[in-house]
């Protein structure tokens, strides 16, 4: 009798799961994917303290995470990206569970993230979202074919990196291996306008968008570019003693070979430098993808009074105008040592 109901207690106690799952929330699967991820694959044990859900349209997206921490943009189906925000001190953890063994019961001082930091941590996002989804079993598509997709420098690019209108937000704080860190997870999806309009899943009202799309965000987000004529390499001591009104020796074609140049030296373009209409410019040449094609840069000739100007204020007799060859490149051959009359 006993081996009778020892099976019975067997078959009762997995129909109970199997409805569980079925009616498990996303919060309630979140948490219990962590912990289960953590302890099974990585031998670290934690405790979901708290689960706060919000949601958040995009133009608020920024105020929900901090810029700090491992950024991990999530590639989602319908080209929906979605996103997990690790802080410092749950990142901490995790690396120095996988390269030590143990969590040292320090707090985390606040530290660049690395490509390897992200390598090491993706393998560990993935089993967490697909056991997440497990959970849900077929109540929520919302989990569905997520995985980690690239590391995001900042918040202002991840952000830019997300145009779904409105986000469900779930911020999980967390006890990591016995209180010897707290850290804060953050994971951030789209949410799906069919679902919430039949009620499905988790009832969440999204602020209202102002119908600011992923364009919109893009054509107002401030970008600095910078032209650099020419690049020196000096000592330290030399650098040093840099005064106003120092001249440097630079390259005979640097006005033909200059570089367009983002935050953080990241090259934009190849670019030749001259005025039009009176104002400084920068023509492009070339861009991510090699030299432009010959007909955009013929398109745009600098005119002959400008190209004179050119020549006077840069002591550069030998430029040869569009009008008279379209098609040629400067000869640095033909050009004379130049030096720079700007500051340093």
Do not use: W
């Not at 109901?5 to 106690?13: E, F, P």
């Not at 996103?83 to 995790?94: E, G, K, P, Y």
């Not at 306008?193 to 209202?208: F, T």
Request: some cysteine.
């Amino acid at each position: 009798m006993t081996g009778k109901n020892s099976v019975i207690h067997r078959k009762a106690q997995f129909a109970r799961q199997e409805f569980d799952a079925r009616g498990m929330s996303m919060s309630k699967a979140l948490r219990v994917a962590l912990a289960r991820v953590a302890d099974r694959h990585y031998d670290l044990p934690l405790v979901v303290s708290t689960v706060e859900q919000v949601a958040a349209s995009h133009a608020k997206l920024r105020d929900h995470f901090e810029d700090e921490g491992l950024l991990a943009l999530l590639g989602g189906p319908d080209r929906l990206a979605g996103a997990i925000c690790l802080d410092t001190q749950f990142l901490t953890a995790l690396i120095e569970m996988q390269t030590m063994g143990h969590v040292r019961q320090t707090a985390a001082q606040r530290r660049p993230v690395t490509r390897t930091d992200a390598a090491i941590s993706a393998p560990f996002i993935d089993r967490f979202l697909e056991t997440a989804h497990s959970q849900l079993a077929d109540a929520s598509p919302k989990l569905a074919g997520y995985r980690f997709d690239d590391m995001v420098e900042d918040a202002r690019a991840l952000t830019l990196a997300m145009d779904a209108p409105d986000y469900a937000i779930y911020k999980l704080t967390v006890d990591l291996h016995d209180g010897a860190k707290s850290g804060l997870m953050t994971v951030i999806l789209p949410v799906d306008p069919v679902g919430v309009a039949k009620g499905g899943g988790d009832h969440i009202h999204a602020e209202k968008t102002t119908q600011e799309g992923l364009g919109d965000v893009a054509r107002n987000a401030p970008v600095t570019l910078n032209a650099v004529l020419d690049r020196l390499e000096m000592p330290l001591r030399d650098a040093c003693k840099l005064q106003v009104g120092m001249r440097f020796p630079i390259a005979p074609n640097a006005l033909a070979d200059a570089q367009l140049t983002a935050t953080g030296g990241y090259v934009v373009a190849g670019v030749v430098l001259g005025q039009v209409n009176g104002f400084r410019a920068a023509r492009l040449v070339s861009g991510r993808n090699g030299q432009l094609p010959t007909g955009v840069e013929a398109q745009v000739p600098m005119p002959p009074s400008e190209q004179r100007h050119l020549e006077k204020e840069t002591g550069l007799s030998n430029v040869t105008t569009d009008e008279e060859k379209p098609s040629e490149q400067l000869d640095p051959a033909a050009l004379p040592e130049m030096v720079s009359s700007e500051d340093p």
